[in-house]
């Protein structure tokens, strides 16, 4: 490079024109056709070749090459089909090989729109490559076509460019006109140049100047939408077809780009939405929708799901599903935002191996602070005045979420409004819901989940589904009758005469974050929907005990959500029909009589007669049928349902994706009779994940009667190490590991059980809950939930020790008399060796056996 005083456009008449090229320089030639673009690059390319510059030609574009391969010259083939953040990744990372002083010839970025839809998104990848390639000293050509994009687009691009050209073919002549050459000025630069081949002269007389902008005048009124981003005319054109008849096919054509565009990617998903969604059920969601890009996984599932419903020839679902109003944030915005905020570099660090969990707290810090442009900010607030002061919820509604494959049960927030306030509070409170759920993305569990899946260089941007929340005015609260969740094939059958087919129901009254989440000390009912009263045995046992106890609502004086303990709220005899959900405690009412006392009466919620007396559990299995039959998968459901005085009680579907399933594999044969002396642990029932046969390599034990002696920071402590662990397990199918511990992993509060998060046990291979009444620690079989979910979806075998049931055997003391290995696997942990326990059990013989049909389970140790 040093032999050259300085980089060319291989034509020397337009170097002096422009005062040379320096280093750094971004061209962009805005030209009316590819020819001119390419008439530009050659003599560019034939002249870095000359001089041995390091020339790279990026092809990524549909339109016929701009250069042919050649010696001197790398051609690297892009696909930006992939997405905006894959493709500008990739861009990033071909910059970052070729190091400083390389040349770049990159197709049209007009193209790009063929692929993102959105004027929007070729203005942020200019925005995020040009500054990368100046600060490398690289000199790169673009191309746009003239009156292809807004003025708001070229206008982000001329304000980041350094040098920014028209280029005219006027009756033969060429002109090129600088709108920007950066750092360089002669009093003639910016005026039209007419090219002579061996010169540039600047036109200067009336009769020049008067047909070259008489030609650029008559240009621009036959542009006369290019004051449009390419997305508005995009959904324009389908306006003005949609009532012709005569336009069919185009009709079709229509649906199809519309659907690519603005719903999804994902081949299953997509025929689905394409065989459901009419060209004016997808105007009607763009008129719905903040922004540009993909609405996102959630709420194309809900949308499809509803959809279905709807064209059930056989059943009347109008009648029954309560009208969802809802609005959409569209995809573009959350890398807009990244862009806009002076994050990218910081998100293309996070991309890299060495970065992807070191730099995810400081994005998230950015994503917590940035600020929405002005035009962005009206939109919301359009929306907000719109919900006046109804609580909403805003959900996450990434693009690879709810979709076949990857549930993303729990992995980014979704957060409730109550929405009240001025209306700068309540708007205040919007965007700052909106920030905590795009910060959601750079979460450990989220970043852990990406990973394990193979997922983490995928294009995942964050979409938002803004709903109105369901449910009713009850004094100062407000909240659904009954929310749960539902799975058309139920993996956890805990009774061998129920069919897996008929699925399950996980119910709460109230809002539904106690059917999705673990709630610390509380019990959501579980529904088999072909024996809606046969429970789990633990909860048969004690009913009172393992039933709800507090249900969540929104707290409208106090604009909160909160949780309220139900028998208390009851006692102030609220205006909520209470009698389809919950039986009068008999037994507390006996000891109120037998020590006279007076008081209200105490509740026991069973739900039992709104699934014996009304046609709540048919309803809920044909929509769980009918779901699954269309979607040729099982299916989960999250959904509200209330009571109304004319008309039958309404259902809220809010969710629908394809539910990752475990079949329950060949039947196991369970040994009979084993010594004592041989069985960890046996177990009737209480377990998930099918049947097995599985080598135990290595078990981590916390000791419970040690555990809950710790102070709560010593139990936070235990749940880190549990992590640490978790990390050193490289290959699950190697090294096959039985996590044993006390009450509920997973859970918010320690005195429950051990508070990890789920990517610190996302490596292991079998999770156990030890009940140990001495210190209220109970298991949950929360199946249905987030965390359930993971589960399935990670291949984790669960198993609910309830030690003091009489068909539940645990002999701990078969690990006692080995030695841990916790010093020698973490030496800082010395402090806590008294609580967690590792034992290799490999050469031991170690074995976990259950059959589900007999629901029969054993960990025993094989004889040799």
Same mark, same amino acid.
């Given at each position: 490079m040093d032999r050259f005083p300085y980089p060319s456009s291989g034509l020397n008449h337009l170097d002096d024109m422009l005062g040379r090229f320096q280093y750094g320089d971004n061209v962009v030639w805005q030209v009316d056709d590819l020819i001119q673009y390419k008439q530009l690059v050659i003599p560019y390319v034939q002249r870095a070749i000359r001089e041995n510059r390091k020339m790279i030609y990026v092809r990524f574009a549909q339109h016929e090459p701009l250069l042919e391969p050649q010696p001197g010259l790398t051609i690297i083939e892009l696909d930006a089909d992939?997405?905006?953040?894959?493709?500008?990744?990739?861009?990033?990372? /071909? *910059?970052?090989?070729?190091?400083?002083?390389?040349?770049?010839?990159?197709?049209?970025?007009?193209?790009?729109?063929?692929?993102?839809?959105?004027?929007?998104?070729?203005?942020?990848?200019?925005?995020?490559?040009?500054?990368?390639?100046?600060?490398?000293?690289?000199?790169? !050509?673009?191309? $746009?076509?003239?009156?292809?994009?807004?003025?708001?687009t070229v206008a982000r691009i001329r304000g980041t460019t350094q040098l920014l050209l028209d280029v005219y073919h006027v009756e033969g002549t060429v002109y090129i006109h600088p709108l920007k050459v950066w750092n360089r000025y002669s009093p003639t630069m910016f005026l039209p140049h007419r090219d002579e081949l061996d010169r540039m002269t600047p036109v200067t007389n009336s009769v020049d100047a008067a047909r070259l902008f008489s030609y650029i005048s008559d240009q621009a009124r036959a542009a006369t939408r290019r004051k449009l981003d390419y997305w508005d005319q995009v959904f324009l054109q389908a306006e003005e077809m949609l009532n012709d008849p005569t336009m069919q096919t185009q009709q079709e054509q229509a649906v199809d780009k519309l659907c690519r565009i603005?719903?999804? %990617?994902?081949?299953?998903?997509?025929? #689905?939405?394409?065989?459901?969604?009419?060209?004016?059920?997808?105007?009607? =969601?763009?008129?719905? $929708?903040?922004?540009?890009?993909?609405? +996102?996984?959630?709420?194309?599932?809900?949308?499809?799901?509803?959809?279905?419903?709807?064209?059930?020839?056989d059943f009347d679902w109008r009648q029954?599903?309560?009208?969802?109003?809802?609005?959409?944030?569209?995809?573009? *915005?959350?890398?807009?935002?990244? =862009?806009?905020?002076?994050?990218?570099?910081?998100?293309?660090?996070?991309?890299?191996?060495?970065?992807?969990?070191?730099?995810?707290?400081?994005?998230?810090?950015?994503?917590?602070?940035?600020?929405?442009?002005?035009?962005?900010?009206?939109?919301?607030?359009?929306?907000?005045?719109y919900f006046g002061q109804s609580p909403i919820i805003i959900r996450s509604s990434s693009l690879l979420e709810d979709s076949f494959g990857n549930a993303f049960a729990g992995k980014y927030e979704s957060l409730f409004l109550v929405n009240q306030g001025d209306p700068e509070d309540r708007y205040e409170q919007f965007e700052n819901a909106v920030r905590t759920i795009y910060a959601s993305t750079m979460s450990e569990d989220a970043l852990t989940y990406r990973l394990q899946r193979g997922l983490d260089q995928l294009d995942e941007q964050m979409a938002l589904l803004v709903q109105r929340v369901s449910g009713t005015h009850h004094g100062p609260y407000f909240y659904p009758d009954m929310a749960g969740v539902g799975v058309s094939y139920n993996t956890f059958v805990w009774n061998k005469d129920l069919d897996p087919a008929a699925g399950?129901?996980?119910?709460?009254?109230?809002?539904?974050?106690?059917?999705?989440?673990?709630?610390?000390?509380?019990?959501?009912?579980?529904?088999?929907?072909?024996?809606? #009263?046969?429970?789990?045995?633990?909860?048969?046992?004690?009913?009172?005990q393992f039933s709800q106890r507090f249900m969540d609502v929104l707290n409208i004086p106090q604009n909160t959500l909160e949780p309220i303990p139900i028998n208390r709220y009851l006692a102030e005899k609220p205006d909520w029909n209470v009698d389809l959900f919950a039986v009068e405690d008999e037994e507390a009412? %006996? %000891?109120?009589?037998?020590?006279?006392?007076?008081?209200?009466?105490?509740?026991?919620?069973?739900?039992?007669?709104?699934?014996?007396?009304?046609?709540?559990?048919?309803?809920?299995?044909?929509?769980?049928?009918?779901?699954?039959? *269309? !979607?040729?998968?099982?299916?989960?459901?999250?959904?509200?349902?209330?009571?109304?005085?004319?008309?039958?009680?309404?259902?809220?579907?809010?969710?629908?994706?394809?539910?990752?399933?475990?079949?329950?594999g060949a039947r196991v044969q369970i040994p009979e009779s084993l010594p004592a002396e041989q069985i960890l642990f046996q177990s009737q029932g209480g377990f998930m994940g099918g049947c097995i046969a599985q080598p135990i390599d290595r078990i981590i034990l916390i000791d419970p009667s040690a555990y809950i002696q710790l102070s709560q920071q010593g139990k936070y402590d235990v749940a880190r190490l549990v992590g640490k662990l978790n990390r050193q397990i490289c290959n699950r199918d190697k090294d096959t590991t039985l996590l044993m511990g006390p009450g509920r992993?997973?859970? &918010?509060?320690? &005195?429950?059980? =051990?508070?990890?998060?789920?990517?610190?046990?996302?490596?292991?291979?079998?999770?156990?809950? /030890?009940?140990?009444?001495? +210190?209220?620690?109970?298991?949950?079989?929360?199946?249905?939930?987030?965390?359930?979910?993971?589960?399935?979806?990670?291949?984790?075998?669960? =198993?609910? $020790?309830?030690?003091?049931?009489?068909?539940?055997? #645990?002999?701990?003391?078969?690990?006692?008399?080995?030695?841990?290995?916790?010093r020698e696997l973490l030496p800082d942990a010395q402090k806590y060796q008294h609580v967690v326990y590792v034992y290799d059990t490999h050469r031991q013989n170690l074995m976990l056996m259950a059959d589900v049909l007999s629901q029969k389970l054993v960990c025993f140790f094989k004889t040799a």
């Open positions: 992939t997405g905006f953040e894959t493709f500008s990744t990739q861009v990033h990372t /071909i *910059i970052s090989q070729q190091g400083k002083g390389a040349f770049y010839v990159f197709d049209s970025l007009s193209d790009l729109l063929t692929s993102w839809a959105t004027d929007l998104m070729v203005g942020n990848f200019f925005m995020v490559t040009c500054p990368y390639l100046y600060e490398l000293d690289t000199i790169a !050509y673009f191309a $746009l076509l003239r009156n292809y994009h807004s003025f708001q603005m719903m999804c %990617r994902e081949d299953r998903m997509l025929t #689905l939405v394409r065989r459901y969604f009419s060209l004016r059920d997808l105007l009607d =969601v763009k008129a719905r $929708l903040i922004g540009t890009g993909y609405i +996102g996984g959630k709420a194309v599932g809900m949308l499809l799901a509803r959809k279905i419903l709807q064209q059930d020839t029954r599903l309560e009208k969802h109003d809802s609005f959409y944030i569209g995809s573009d *915005i959350f890398h807009s935002y990244i =862009v806009q905020n002076g994050l990218w570099k910081l998100r293309m660090e996070q991309k890299t191996p060495e970065g992807y969990f070191t730099k995810a707290e400081p994005l998230a810090q950015g994503l917590r602070k940035g600020k929405f442009s002005n035009e962005l900010r009206e939109q919301f607030q359009e929306m907000i005045e399950m129901l996980r119910i709460v009254a109230g809002l539904g974050t106690r059917a999705v989440d673990r709630p610390d000390d509380d019990y959501p009912r579980l529904v088999a929907m072909d024996y809606p #009263l046969l429970r789990p045995q633990s909860c048969m046992d004690n009913i009172r009412a %006996r %000891r109120m009589k037998q020590l006279e006392m007076e008081g209200p009466p105490s509740w026991i919620m069973t739900f039992d007669r709104l699934l014996t007396e009304t046609d709540f559990v048919p309803l809920m299995r044909r929509l769980m049928d009918t779901l699954q039959r *269309i !979607y040729d998968y099982p299916v989960d459901i999250e959904f509200t349902y209330n009571q109304a005085i004319d008309r039958p009680a309404q259902l809220n579907l809010l969710q629908c994706r394809p539910l990752q399933t475990r079949g329950f992993w997973g859970t &918010s509060t320690p &005195s429950l059980g =051990v508070p990890v998060r789920f990517s610190e046990i996302s490596q292991m291979s079998v999770l156990c809950e /030890i009940s140990y009444p001495g +210190g209220n620690l109970m298991p949950e079989l929360s199946y249905g939930s987030h965390f359930f979910q993971d589960l399935v979806e990670e291949e984790i075998f669960y =198993v609910a $020790l309830f030690c003091e049931k009489p068909d539940v055997v #645990l002999h701990k003391h078969l690990l006692e008399s080995r030695e841990s290995l916790l």
